[in-house]
């Protein structure tokens, strides 16, 4: 009995030191920052896994650590991972204030590579605001702390971030040069993922800049390597800008293939994201807390029943609080069902929005795409007639075949007028046409299409009557090319529809006040008619009587369309009269203002002739650079007309060498070719020759390309088919600037 009375004693001892060593072991410094980081780092883990709630839940454990253990340099990290987490849940102003918390730590610290991080995610929020010169002062800052500690790893992703920053600014010169480094750093340091990311959006780049060739290259590189290590985001990205190249090589199948992967992978992504911010998420993380405390307080209560006499009253309480926090809970749960209801609809219909969007772009880049194709198909070969006929009437053909080749010109200059017209059918139904007035003889402007279209009206044996009153004003001022268009294809559809017949062409006077006339103009003839149930559609595009006569007769069914929009222009009525089997009268009025000036008559003057001493022509060296044989022609016999001689190149590859090894004065530069096209060529002479004149001869259409034009360095822009005057006008003016400033 002694022995145990004495072993007592010892026993107490041994256990009250062993307590002592265990609660050290738990306040031992090194310990507390072990667990600390593994919280941390389970938060890292946990986002990488959009799981957003159990982030935050491991992130509060390690402040609570940190913070009671004083722990400055864990406190700015924490702090940052804070923010981080969220910006990604879109929470910005809550992220910007812990940032700012994290960076007044860690510059009291000295952290420099801990405050080099905060600053880049600040520079990522101000990059989600869109507020994107606050981003790249954060990113030069981190920039900063990254070189003083020659932390290359970390510069790649601050290169990347500052070229996305640039090309939201539209500063694509900045970008490349960011985006180009970030590339190379990551490419040595082994960071695959921002070596894929800069990659897809350098590819970005090239493309607004209009070089898909060098856009694919670098879209097909990273591609290549999400698909290696499965990153989702980027991948995301590359089948968005493969369908915008695929688009532009008009390669439709192709683009709408990666339309389609982008979009499913983009719900995907949005579809995950969504579901680990959602409400149900919200009520499960406050459930779990809810459970734990009510599992502490009941341990709690276990203890106090062995403690004291109030149990009754505390289990009391305990009971009222679980059931408060169950209504509580209960009340959320339905409240945030409400809510997760009217997202999901309304994320729904956003993503058919943007979806429908999207289409709508696509359809509308085919359309241009289409109408620019048929511009440049149509215009070639346009440009051979209106050249040979210009040639033809300067080399003094017979007197027979003047009036011949007048005829070809005019209708040459006609098509062309036509084909713009077409081509810029929309613009006539948004009014976006611009009216030109200019004094001109009404009276000799309808004979010449007369006489112009009398050839055709012979051709069916038609005789053609033109009534203009002796008391009318010949002289108006208005769009003279318009009302031509009109009369031109009433009266063609005239020719078109009757045989062995007549038609007459009256105009006169409706109203008048002051100066300004409102004339009647009418095209009637004796043709086949048309019916009335078709009478109402006439006006509408590609509309025609029927199929049948559409095979029989021919013509595209925009004519009469294209007639009622430039009358609407003019501000202007048309009307139709017609019985089937009998023929058809066309009428229209409209306003034109009288004046006394008479039509201002075009003086040819020639700018090469053997009077002009101000350049030597001998000396003069031109580079033609045009695929097409007949043009190259053409263009040749017009510049030997002028006394200027010329090398002729058919491809983009070849231009660029001659200009290199010889010295030009000047550049006519056609813009589809085989090869690389007019604009890079231009693009790559300007890398080594700023001052030499380029000339754009092109038959795509000038105003949908100006600035494309622009930014490639073109000096000027000839359209083809060219009037000859302007031509050698821009030609001579070229060369004098050049005199002058040599």
Not at 287 to 315: F, G, P, Q, R
Request: net charge negative; with cysteine.
């Amino acid at each position: 009995m002694p022995h145990i009375k004495l072993y007592i004693p010892v026993f107490l001892i041994c256990f009250g030191l062993l307590s002592f060593a265990q609660n050290s072991i738990e306040e031992d410094p090194e310990i507390i920052q072990n667990r600390i980081d593994y919280h941390i780092q389970g938060s890292i883990n946990d986002i990488e896994n959009f799981d957003y709630f159990e982030a935050q839940k491991k992130l509060d454990i390690a402040l609570k650590l940190a913070t009671d253990a004083n722990n400055q340099s864990r406190l700015g990290i924490i702090y940052a991972a804070i923010g981080k987490l969220q910006l990604i849940v879109e929470e910005e102003d809550k992220a910007i204030k812990s940032i700012n918390q994290a960076i007044r730590i860690q510059r009291l610290n000295n952290d420099n590579i801990n405050l080099g991080d905060s600053h880049k995610i600040f520079g990522d929020i101000y990059l989600k605001k869109q507020e994107y010169n606050l981003a790249l002062e954060q990113y030069r800052a981190a920039k900063s702390k990254f070189e003083e500690e020659e932390l290359n790893e970390k510069l790649a992703e601050i290169l990347l971030y500052e070229g996305i920053t640039y090309i939201k600014l539209k500063n694509y010169k900045n970008a490349i040069t960011h985006l180009d480094q970030s590339i190379y750093l990551s490419k040595n340091s082994n960071q695959s993922q921002i070596q894929s990311k800069g990659l897809v959006n350098l590819s970005e780049v090239y493309l607004v800049q209009g070089n898909t060739r060098r856009a694919s290259t670098l879209v097909n590189e990273s591609l290549k390597l999400a698909k290696l290590y499965n990153y989702t985001s980027v991948l995301n990205d590359c089948y968005l800008i493969l369908s915008d190249i695929s688009r532009k090589l008009d390669d439709y199948k192709t683009s709408y293939s990666y339309l389609k992967s982008h979009i499913k992978l983009s719900d995907s992504l949005r579809s995950l994201q969504l579901e680990n911010l959602s409400p149900e998420k919200r009520i499960e993380y406050l459930m779990a807390d809810t459970t734990e405390e009510l599992k502490k307080a009941n341990e709690d209560i276990k203890e106090a029943e062995n403690k004291n006499h109030m149990v009754n009253l505390i289990s009391i309480l305990s009971v009222a609080l679980i059931t408060i926090l169950s209504l509580l809970t209960l009340s959320l749960y339905k409240n945030n069902n409400i809510r997760l209801k009217t997202n999901n609809m309304l994320h729904k219909k956003n993503s058919e929005l943007i979806i429908a969007k999207e289409k709508a772009e696509l359809a509308s880049k085919t359309k241009a795409n289409f109408l620019s194709t048929v511009t440049h198909e149509l215009r070639t070969p346009l440009y051979a007639v209106t050249g040979l006929s210009n040639m033809l009437l300067d080399e003094d053909p017979k007197p027979e075949q003047i009036q011949h080749l007048k005829s070809l010109k005019f209708s040459g200059d006609y098509l062309l007028t036509f084909i713009n017209d077409i081509l810029q059918l929309n613009k006539i139904e948004a009014n976006k046409v611009n009216i030109e007035p200019e004094p001109f003889n009404l009276k000799n402007k309808i004979s010449n299409i007369v006489m112009a279209l009398n050839n055709s009206a012979l051709d069916n044996n038609i005789k053609i009557h033109f009534d203009y009153p002796k008391d009318l004003p010949k002289n108006f001022i208005a769009d003279q090319i318009k009302i031509s268009q009109i009369l031109i294809n009433l009266i063609g559809n005239s020719i078109k529809f009757t045989k062995d017949g007549d038609i007459w062409i009256r105009v006169y006077k409706i109203e008048q006040q002051n100066n300004t006339y409102t004339l009647r103009f009418e095209v009637e003839d004796n043709g086949i008619g048309i019916s009335k149930e078709k009478q109402d559609n006439m006006f509408e595009s590609f509309s025609q009587g029927s199929i049948q006569i559409n095979r029989k007769y021919g013509g595209t069914g925009l004519g009469l369309s294209i007639v009622k929009g430039l009358i609407d222009i003019l501000n202007g009525k048309i009307y139709l009269t017609s019985e089937l089997g009998k023929g058809t009268t066309f009428y229209f009025e409209i306003p034109l203002e009288y004046t006394e000036q008479g039509e201002i008559k075009e003086t040819k003057q020639s700018y090469f002739s053997e009077e002009t001493n101000e350049v030597d022509l001998t000396k003069v060296k031109i580079l033609v650079v045009e695929d097409n044989k007949i043009n190259q022609m053409i263009t040749k016999k017009i510049l030997t007309k002028m006394n200027l001689k010329c090398d002729i190149v058919d491809n983009g590859e070849d231009a660029v060498d001659k200009i290199k090894t010889n010295n030009y004065d000047i550049v006519l530069m056609d813009i589809h070719m085989p090869g690389i096209s007019g604009i890079e060529a231009t693009k790559i002479v300007r890398t080594f020759d700023k001052e030499l004149t380029i000339f754009a001869l092109t038959a795509v259409t000038i105003e949908d390309r100006m600035q494309e034009f622009d930014e490639a360095g073109f000096t000027d822009i000839i359209p083809k088919p060219f009037k000859q005057e302007e031509f050698e006008k821009k030609l001579f003016n070229a060369l004098n600037k050049k005199k002058k400033s040599a």
